[in-house]
């Protein structure tokens, strides 16, 4: 029902809410908020905790084949931590009126998106490096810039999560600076992994501004403080400078540095590739999702098993 | 039997059973049957690597020949790992995974317990930080074990089977031989026979929780893992754990 | 999705030093109380950041609203004899 009153009140509540977005307050799980910022944000948290999860199974697939004890230890705790972050994501979600577990269904029905670049196989050592140093030096630049963002939920788990990441990258180079002062093997595994992974990390930030569908209003109500573009840059203009200090070859050979803008120029992008992954045609889509399936199902005993013990003990 | 080379085997059996309990832990990594318990399967295994690690650097140091923990543990095959049988036992599913760290985890903490008592300094200090984490894993694993004998008539079958087939590898925990006695002698070793009434009363409590009947005495029980006699699960854990530094020897990681 | 294996949520608070408050920390999904507190421990003590714990259902938690934020905490406003620099101390007297 369509009441003029009804509108004017609408109305005061979309004129509070963009003062307080503009004022740099975050809004709170229980205030008002229009139909369509709910809707984004939960597309955006529940598609960023998925990420999280399945983000655990490329570098999985080589946590028992680590070479080292030490580098053992360092993986685990750093794919528990990956863990770790969707579920903290997938809390801050719940605030929106969605419960994790329709979440996760939507995940396995296919229904909801994670983020391209774990579409992608691991397939030697040195990819450890490379997704560490590039997957996760590229989230964090996008972690970083959610961590201002107007939902207090979502903001406060990023907080958490940027602090703890912060060795995630780190980890990740130092592999790849390890092999790219070790042997002639371990060089070329290193360089191999860039090559395959440069470039899909690039698409990790999404199409370019000008075919963005989402990012105007998201920008608008804070929930995006940049461009998909500007992060890209971001990106780019730190790490070209890290790969040159341990002598590993980035894949492009449009890019040079622009002393005029102050930025790194780059090689065009295929977002066709990107577009064919996002819609379920990549090399390991339909591996990462039966690996998901596969463990949902598979647990589905214990879950129900414990929740049969509890209802037994609060009767008895 | 000269203690220097009795305390080494002693490391390096301590910390092949927690490395290879560890591996088989790493497996569930990311498949986990709910998010809450990838979380702490990989606790658990974070702090079996580290148990691992600490012996073994302390086995290297008591060798002396300039090796480290990664030659130890890359660089043996399976007839020189030393572990207990029941760890290199596969998950097939997660009744075998908690009941299997149940059942080793009630010895580890006894054995840790008495450990930091230990004459031998280093022992008795790495004990100290194990006996707090295997306090837990029991913990852990007994309400895991309870929840799935108690709760439906599907976890009930696949937690019993999981005892019953676990069975064969727990007398196997308490095997001890010359290494042991030479240590205890000197006070440095803890005695596992005297152990045995109070795992056994630690499992019997848990079983009993989660209606389970302990299985009867006799049948067959294992014996000399930690003398490199093993199942033919071994064999193809290590193959799988060691293969980069075997096909790399001279790389640095 | 059946209902029969989905656990509850349960909010989570830790303490992080001996006589600080518990700080909310976020959630965790549980069957029953003592595995929320396990799983509570190994989500939010993975960097040894809590020295105790507390998880109490979300359902049990009430909450004021937004609409209530003017009269639950505007009346604090202008009762400012509570606060102890409303209080002028005679000159000379150290403290009180």
Not at chain 1, 247 to 267: A, C, M, Q
Not at chain 2, 17 to 45: F, Y
Request: charged share 25%; net charge negative; with cysteine.
């Amino acid at each position: 029902m369509n009441t003029p009153q009804i509108q004017e009140d609408e109305q005061t509540h979309i004129d509070a809410f963009n003062a307080r977005i503009s004022s740099g307050k975050t809004i709170e799980p229980k205030d008002w908020m229009p139909q369509k910022y709910r809707k984004q944000l939960l597309r955006m948290m529940s598609q960023h905790a998925h990420s999280e999860v399945v983000g655990m199974l490329p570098e999985g697939n080589w946590l028992t084949r680590a070479p080292s004890l030490m580098r053992k230890a360092v993986l685990l705790a750093k794919i528990q931590d990956e863990a770790g972050h969707g579920l903290y994501i997938y809390s801050g979600a719940e605030t929106l009126g969605t419960d994790r577990a329709e979440m996760i269904d939507q995940l396995l029905t296919g229904k909801a998106k994670y983020a391209s670049i774990f579409n992608y196989p691991t397939l030697n050592w040195a990819d450890m490096g490379a997704v560490g140093w590039l997957v996760d030096g590229a989230a964090i630049v996008n972690q970083t810039a959610l961590a201002k963002c107007s939902y207090g939920p979502y903001s406060r788990a990023m907080i958490r999560i940027c602090k703890e990441e912060n060795f995630h990258s780190k980890q990740g180079y130092q592999i790849m600076a390890h092999m790219m002062r070790g042997t002639k093997e371990q060089r070329e595994m290193a360089q191999d992994a860039v090559n395959r992974f440069w470039w899909p990390v690039l698409m990790m930030f999404g199409p370019s501004d000008a075919d963005s569908p989402n990012s105007d209003d998201l920008m608008k109500w804070k929930v995006k403080l940049y461009s998909n573009d500007d992060l890209r840059q971001r990106f780019i203009d730190r790490t070209v400078p890290q790969a040159e200090a341990i002598g590993v070859k980035i894949p492009d050979d449009k890019l040079k540095w622009n002393p005029t803008t102050r930025h790194y120029e780059f090689g065009e992008i295929n977002f066709d590739e990107l577009k064919s992954v996002i819609t379920g045609n990549g090399p390991c889509n339909k591996l990462r999702m039966k690996q998901r399936n596969d463990a949902h199902k598979n647990g589905a005993w214990v879950r129900e098993a414990a929740v049969a013990y509890a209802e037994k003990k609060s009767k008895a | 039997m000269e203690t220097n080379i009795a305390l080494y085997k002693y490391c390096v059996r301590i910390a092949d059973t927690s490395l290879i309990l560890a591996q088989r832990m790493c497996e569930w990594c990311g498949h986990g049957p709910v998010l809450e318990e990838d979380i702490a399967m990989s606790n658990m295994g974070l702090d079996l690597i580290g148990q691992a690690r600490g012996f073994y650097s302390y086995a290297a140091k008591l060798e002396g020949k300039g090796r480290t923990e990664d030659d130890i543990a890359y660089f043996r095959n399976e007839r020189e790992f030393l572990n207990r049988c029941l760890v290199e036992q596969p998950n097939t599913d997660f009744a075998y995974t908690m009941m299997r760290s149940f059942l080793h985890g009630c010895l580890s903490y006894l054995q840790f317990r008495t450990l930091v008592k230990s004459k031998d300094d280093t022992i008795a200090g790495l004990s100290e930080k194990a006996l707090k984490e295997m306090t837990y894993h029991v913990r852990h694993a007994s309400e895991w074990i309870i929840r799935l004998g108690d709760g439906t008539d599907v976890s009930h079958q696949k937690i019993k089977s999981a005892l019953e087939n676990l069975w064969q590898f727990t007398d196997e925990l308490f095997e001890m031989d010359e290494v042991d006695q030479t240590l205890i002698k000197s006070g440095i070793a803890c005695d596992l026979s005297l152990l045995r009434a109070e795992w056994d009363q630690m499992v019997n409590e848990v079983l009993a929780k989660a209606k389970l009947v302990r299985p009867t005495a006799g049948g067959y029980q294992s014996k000399g893992g930690f003398n490199g006699a093993h199942t033919e699960h071994l064999g193809h854990l290590l193959s799988e754990m060691q293969y980069l530094p075997r096909a790399y020897p001279d790389a640095i990681w | 999705m059946s209902t029969k294996e989905n656990w509850p949520a349960w909010e989570v608070f830790t303490q992080q030093k001996n006589g600080a408050p518990h700080e909310h920390a976020g959630n965790v999904h549980a069957p029953d109380a003592e595995m929320a507190l396990l799983n509570a421990r190994d989500v939010y003590g993975r960097r040894q950041e809590a020295i105790n714990i507390w998880v109490v259902p979300s359902v049990a938690i009430t909450a004021s609203t937004p609409e209530d934020m003017g009269p639950f905490f505007d009346p604090g406003n202008d009762k400012m004899y509570r606060w102890p620099n409303y209080y002028k101390t005679p000159e000379g007297i150290k403290q009180i």
